[in-house]
Each structure stands twice: as structure tokens, then as C-alpha cells.
């Protein structure tokens, strides 16, 4: 079955440091998403992604935060700068389709500790 | 997305059936129910999703009231891996960005 590939599975970085999360969404999906679970917490709506653009963005995605597709199978997400409390789980998604009827794959996501 | 709302946690024997409620009283004539559920340590994981008839897939089973405004999530046989949060979402025709609620913690007791 296929299935959305995320790396690193844990990333330890300290605070005030960059980093990029990695995703290889299902090959023939064309949107992409990006979640994140503090620990004990709910899921969290980051991101959505079609076409090379945003499509929709939560209150949480700020400036601090971007998204990319670079070439025709990855897609990442930074952290410009990060802090303590961007300490969570990352998962990306993928679909076929917009809203509506449409299924999300989720990755098994990326753990990122902030010191 | 309209709002959902669901017991915070139930309990299930294995091998019996259980019935996941949901209440969506401001659904939309097209807003779709989908469910998903997060095992422990894992991605959430989607499991069934329906508009206005009942459905069934090798997971679960779906039950839409006939006025949309509640759902149930039908597991035919508990096993001990179904233990997870279940989250009953409602998908419009429009925005991209599906959101998650507290969900239910389903614990199945052997």
C-alpha cells in the first residue's frame, strides 16, 4: 500500500537553529499537508498545499514557518528559527483531491525537540 | 469546518461490538463526515467517510441519521489494536484545511 515517507523520525536542534522536516508524499497526490501534535494535545492544522502555493494556513502558521515543494517529490516544511515550544510531532499528509470527500495519508511522523 | 462533538473517552470489550457517537448539528448539505483515528505513537489513520447514506468498508461500518445532525462509528468486533483517539470530522466543499477535534479515546479491555 503506498504510503507518505517523512524523515528525520527524530530531530534534536537547539533553540534559535533552522530546521527542515522532510516529506515524499504518495506519488500521485497533488495536495499536501503539514500537521503537528504537541505532546498530550490534539492534532494541530498547520498547512495545506496545491499547485506550488498555500492553500490554506492556521493562526500557528507564521512567519517563522514555510513550506516547499523543491523538486517533483519532496516536500518539506522549516523552521526558521526555532523555540521551545515548537517542541512536537510533525506529520505530513498527502490526497488526491480537495476538501470534501477527500482521504489524507499521513506520515508517521517527525519528532523535533527543542533545547 | 462546522463543529463536531463526541464523548472524550469509552470503553469496549474485545470482540464485542462498539458504537462511536457524533454530533454535528450544524452540518452543511455538503459537508462530509469522515472519522480517523490515531493509534498510540502513531499518524492519525483514516477509517471511513460518508455524505448521507450508510457505509461499510473492511474497517468500520458508518451510520448517518436521517436529518445528518449525528453519526455513529460502528467497530463490528473490538480487538485490542483498536485501541485509539477516534475523531469524527466534517469536510466542506471548499476550504482545504481539515482540523482535528479532542476526538474519543476508545480503550478495549481484553
Known amino acids: 500500500e503506498p504510503e507518505v515517507t517523512q524523515t528525520p523520525s527524530h530531530q534534536v536542534t537547539q533553540m534559535g537553529q533552522e530546521v527542515i522536516l522532510r516529506c515524499v508524499p504518495i506519488s500521485n497526490h497533488l495536495y499536501f499537508y503539514w500537521y503537528r501534535q504537541i505532546l498530550g494535545q490534539k492534532v494541530e492544522f498547520l498547512v495545506s498545499?496545491?499547485?506550488?502555493?498555500?492553500?490554506?494556513k492556521s493562526e500557528i502558521f507564521d512567519d517563522q514557518f514555510s513550506v516547499e515543494r523543491p523538486d517533483g517529490s519532496n516536500f518539506t516544511l522549516k523552521i526558521r528559527s526555532t523555540k521551545l515550544e515548537d517542541s512536537a510531532m510533525y506529520f505530513c499528509?498527502?490526497?488526491?483531491?480537495?476538501?470534501?470527500?477527500?482521504?489524507?495519508?499521513f506520515g508517521a511522523g517527525s519528532r523535533l525537540t527543542v533545547l | 469546518d462546522a463543529k463536531t462533538t463526541q464523548p472524550n473517552s469509552m470503553e469496549s470489550n474485545e470482540e464485542e461490538p462498539v458504537h462511536l457517537p457524533c454530533n454535528h448539528s450544524t452540518i452543511s448539505g455538503t459537508d462530509y463526515i469522515h472519522w480517523y483515528r490515531q493509534l498510540p505513537s502513531q499518524g492519525p489513520e483514516y477509517v471511513i467517510h460518508?455524505?448521507?447514506s450508510n457505509v461499510n468498508n473492511r474497517m468500520a461500518s458508518l451510520a448517518i441519521a436521517e436529518d445528518r445532525k449525528s453519526s455513529t462509528l460502528i467497530l463490528h468486533r473490538a480487538t485490542l489494536r483498536d485501541a485509539a483517539v477516534y475523531y469524527c470530522i466534517l469536510r466542506d466543499a471548499i476550504n482545504n484545511d481539515m482540523r482535528f477535534g479532542a476526538g474519543t479515546r476508545l480503550t478495549v479491555k481484553p
Open positions: 499528509a498527502s490526497s488526491e483531491s480537495g476538501a470534501g470527500a477527500n482521504v489524507l495519508t
Open positions: 498545499f496545491y499547485n506550488n502555493e498555500i492553500s490554506e
Open positions: 460518508g455524505l448521507t
